[in-house]
């Protein structure tokens, strides 16, 4: 078929007006594509603005309710929480008390806001003395036995209340042993979100400030991926698949669209990407300067993740985007 030649095809047409463009637009971001992180810590008493993160907040448990209600009133479907407890140990047990930070803290979500949708991340990391996602022995995470704490965690979480496991640790078999752990106590309709695809990123660092997780020895590139490598993560994709997870992650999003393309082409699964602290933290740095202006930047940034493939975006400018969105 031939090109139509210069002037019959005009381009520019379909962007003249504001309406023409919306009419025309291919990718559409709505707040029910958001999930919105929230850090719940056992030893606050009112919530304290995370300095690396201007804007997010380490919440009291007794302000968590409220936090919900307006999350849900600004049409967001869903959050997932991160615990800070009162204490921490060498095998992070705080993680799967009946009685710690984030089962407390579903229990409450639920209680004033029963339609929200919990999320709870499932990993050590934020409980574990040494900052590890898991069991150390000689000096580095022992996979198997870590298996055994993550899937008590996750039974934990769902007998609290918890509508999706979410698994970050990046152990392998962890997925299957989450399924089999929640399975055998009565959870088979509590779907697994898996961190599929995780990175070795830089981009983590505000986090690990906010959730106080940061590995007091070595790092984590021994159980996270490395930054290079594509054709793995369609691996780590495709087994957690067929250990039993039902929707899956790429995180960090931004510096991996790629990996959510590829991963959105691949698999007829629902696909998360997690817009990280250190991506929202770059855009709060420079809108502060002047820089670039925080609500395009910040709109322009989701739909670019929402375009590469994501059904479901994490992001700390959740709430914010909600309000642009329905101004």
């Not at 009112?46 to 993160?53: F, K, L, T, V």
């Not at 399924?179 to 830089?202: E, F, M, N, Q, W």
């Not at 420079?286 to 670019?304: H, I, K, P, Y």
């Not at 375009?307 to 975006?313: F, S």
Request: hydrophobic fraction near 45%; aromatic fraction near 8%; charged fraction near 25%.
């Amino acid at each position: 078929m031939a090109v139509t030649a210069f002037p019959a095809t005009r381009m520019r047409r379909l962007r003249r007006t504001s309406a023409l463009r919306d009419l025309v637009r291919e990718t559409r971001l709505s707040p029910e594509r958001f999930i919105y992180p929230v850090f719940v810590d056992a030893r606050a008493e009112e919530r304290a603005e995370i300095p690396s993160m201007p804007g997010q907040f380490r919440w009291p448990l007794q302000s968590v309710a409220g936090l919900a209600r307006d999350v849900a009133g600004r049409g967001i479907p869903a959050l997932i929480l991160f615990g800070l407890p009162a204490s921490k140990d060498e095998e992070g047990s705080g993680a799967y008390r009946h009685d710690g930070i984030v089962q407390q803290a579903v229990q409450t979500i639920k209680d004033a806001v029963p339609g929200l949708i919990v999320v709870t991340d499932t990993c050590l990391d934020e409980y574990t003395s040494h900052g590890h996602c898991g069991v150390v022995r000689d000096g580095d995470v022992d996979n198997d036995v870590t298996l055994e704490l993550l899937a008590r965690v996750a039974v934990s979480q769902a007998d609290a209340g918890a509508d999706v496991i979410a698994p970050s640790d990046m152990m392998d078999g962890r997925v299957a042993a989450i399924r089999t752990a929640l399975d055998g106590a009565g959870h088979v309709s509590v779907p697994i979100l898996s961190y599929a695809a995780k990175y070795a990123s830089s981009f983590y660092g505000p986090f690990r400030d906010a959730a106080d997780c940061a590995p007091r020895f070595g790092d984590r590139r021994s159980y996270q991926m490395d930054p290079g490598n594509a054709r793995e993560a369609i691996r780590e994709v495709e087994l957690d698949l067929a250990e039993g997870a039902d929707m899956v992650m790429v995180k960090p999003a931004l510096p991996y669209l790629d990996i959510v393309r590829d991963v959105r082409s691949r698999f007829n699964v629902p696909v998360a990407a997690y817009n990280v602290s250190g991506e929202y933290s770059m855009v709060k740095a420079a809108a502060s300067n002047g820089w670039l202006d925080e609500r395009s930047a910040v709109l322009e940034t989701l739909t670019s993740i929402a375009r590469a493939g994501a059904d479901m975006i994490v992001t700390y400018h959740a709430c914010e985007a909600a309000a642009w969105l329905q101004e």
